[in-house]
């Protein structure tokens, strides 16, 4: 089955710089890879996503990469506020049938103002 | 308009009783999915409905666990004689059949087994 790894645990970022988190997957026939943002109390939020069709994906200041060949995917924030604060999650998936969602471990992100 | 409510919000129980918790999906939403979040980790599967068919349990821990969905709206996961190591966040999630891959998650229970 899908394992997906999550780097790093932890984040700590000054604000206005960038952050970047990184997940490799195993199942090459994965094909849907979301991202996800749990802020305290709260249940997860899809911030972003990308299929395996395309290489990049951006949506204002967010953007996410999938590298194939690698089996990695990244997120990447750019100019990061306080706001941005919390637990990001990556996942992978195949893209037919039955969604199951297989889960990183998820990063803390901290941003400090 | 509303998302994907769950209740309670927490639960506190004993080792050894029955607990039920409830999912309200998106108004339309014929996939549904349960997952389980433990401590400072990721979110496990646990079982998956679509529509009318034969839900998907291949997540489930143990046979303590079950879930049901009623007339294809509301969910109960059930979990009977619980244990000290049942304690976690349970989150609800519901998707569109066309759009299945895209999931909404409700907010959560969290159960703490004393």
């Known amino acids: 089955g899908e394992n997906v790894e999550q780097h790093p645990s932890t984040l700590s970022v000054q604000e206005g710089d960038s952050a970047v988190i990184k997940c490799t997957y195993s199942?090459?026939?994965?094909?849907?890879f979301p991202w996800y943002k749990q802020e305290l109390g709260k249940g997860p939020q899809l911030i972003i996503d990308?299929?395996?069709?395309?290489g990049e994906k951006k949506d204002q200041r967010i953007a996410v990469t999938l590298n194939k060949t690698a089996k990695h995917f990244s997120l990447h924030i750019t100019e990061t506020q306080p706001e941005d604060s919390a637990v990001y999650f990556c996942?992978?998936?195949?893209?037919?049938?039955?969604?199951?969602?297989?889960f990183g471990t998820g990063t803390r992100l901290l941003v400090s103002p | 308009g509303a998302g994907v409510s769950q209740s309670p919000s927490n639960k506190v129980t004993e080792k050894g009783k029955d607990v039920e918790l409830r999912c309200d999906p998106i108004?339309?939403?014929?996939?549904l999915y349960w997952y389980r979040q433990s401590l400072g980790q990721g979110l496990e599967f646990l079982i998956y409905?679509?529509?009318?068919?034969?839900?998907?349990k291949s997540g489930l821990p143990s046979d303590r666990f079950s879930a049901e969905r009623t007339g294809g709206s509301v969910s109960t996961l059930t979990i009977q004689r619980t244990q000290q190591e049942d304690s976690a966040v349970y989150l609800c999630?519901?998707?569109?059949?066309?759009?299945?891959?895209?999931?909404?998650f409700g907010p959560g229970t969290r159960l703490l087994v004393l």
């Open positions: 999630a519901s998707s569109l059949r066309q759009e299945r891959e895209t999931q909404y």
């Open positions: 108004s339309g939403h014929t996939a």
């Open positions: 996942a992978a998936t195949l893209n037919t049938g039955f969604q199951k969602l297989v």
């Open positions: 409905f679509q529509g009318n068919s034969a839900p998907d």
């Open positions: 199942d090459s026939a994965s094909n849907y």
């Open positions: 990308i299929r395996s069709n395309v």
